[in-house]
């Protein structure tokens, strides 16, 4: 309540936002900076707590968060870091590449131009690598088809070229192998027909020609002597 107040008091008077941006208190400086002057904000950039230093980045134009970048890029907080990585030209997140915070780098692999993304192929969070799969091209990809997570593996056989599929045939995850038996060349799958997974078994003979599935040997019945 005590902050809906000071928001609803700065919203009607805006020109006394400049005046509160030394407030001892930070929920008042934090709301302040969302009146403030913008020729008054770069000099929060450095307020000690994070949650000013966020409403500023959310306010600065992308011109001055560009010029700032070097220095909020190593902000020691990350949801700071996450705004900057949620504004900033796609072209200038190098500097947000190698951030501590997986969830920094995943927000970077969402927005970063594709021919700078392999860069974070063999990112060591599997989420950030699956991002990176969602998105990378032809020949790229193929970075990711011996990743270790079978998560992203899966995503690179859904998105790789059917030609390419039968080098997964033989992949430690079942559901890699089932992606490669509903899409690759019929005659590919033989493999798969003899698969530990019955799911894959069945995926891989509703993908063949009737004629080309081995059938079962038929069952020999004994008639009754006594007829």
């Given at each position: 309540a005590y902050a809906r107040r000071i928001s609803r008091f700065l919203s009607?008077?805006?020109?006394?936002?400049d005046g509160q941006l030394q407030h001892p208190y930070f929920e008042v400086r934090a709301i302040a900076v969302r009146h403030a002057s913008l020729f008054r904000l770069p000099a929060l950039l450095r307020d000690p707590d994070e949650?000013?230093?966020?409403?500023?980045v959310q306010r600065l134009p992308i011109a001055q968060l560009h010029t700032h970048l070097?220095?909020?890029?190593?902000?020691?907080?990350?949801?700071?870091?996450?705004?900057?990585?949620?504004?900033?030209?796609?072209?200038?997140l190098g500097?947000?590449?190698?951030?501590?915070?997986?969830?920094?780098r995943e927000c970077v692999a969402d927005r970063l131009p594709l021919p700078l993304l392999s860069a974070l192929a063999h990112d060591p969070d599997r989420a950030v690598r699956q991002r990176v799969a969602q998105?990378?091209?032809m020949p790229a990809l193929l970075a990711l088809a011996d990743d270790p997570d079978g998560d992203v593996r899966r995503t690179v056989a859904q998105?790789?070229?059917?030609?390419?599929?039968p080098r997964l045939l033989g992949d430690a995850d079942w559901r890699v192998r089932w992606e490669v038996a509903q899409r690759a060349a019929p005659s590919a799958?033989?493999?798969?027909?003899?698969?530990?997974?019955?799911e894959v078994r069945a995926a891989a003979r509703q993908r063949l020609p009737l004629a080309s599935v081995p059938q079962p040997a038929p069952t020999t019945h004994r008639t009754n002597a006594h007829g």
């Open positions: 009607w008077h805006p020109g006394l936002a949650t000013v230093r966020m409403q500023v070097p220095m909020l890029a190593q902000d020691p907080h990350r949801e700071v870091r996450l705004r900057v990585a949620q504004r900033v030209d796609p072209a200038r500097p947000l590449m190698r951030d501590p915070d997986y969830g920094v998105r990378l091209e998105r790789m070229p059917d030609a390419l599929l799958l033989g493999p798969l027909l003899s698969d530990e997974d019955p």
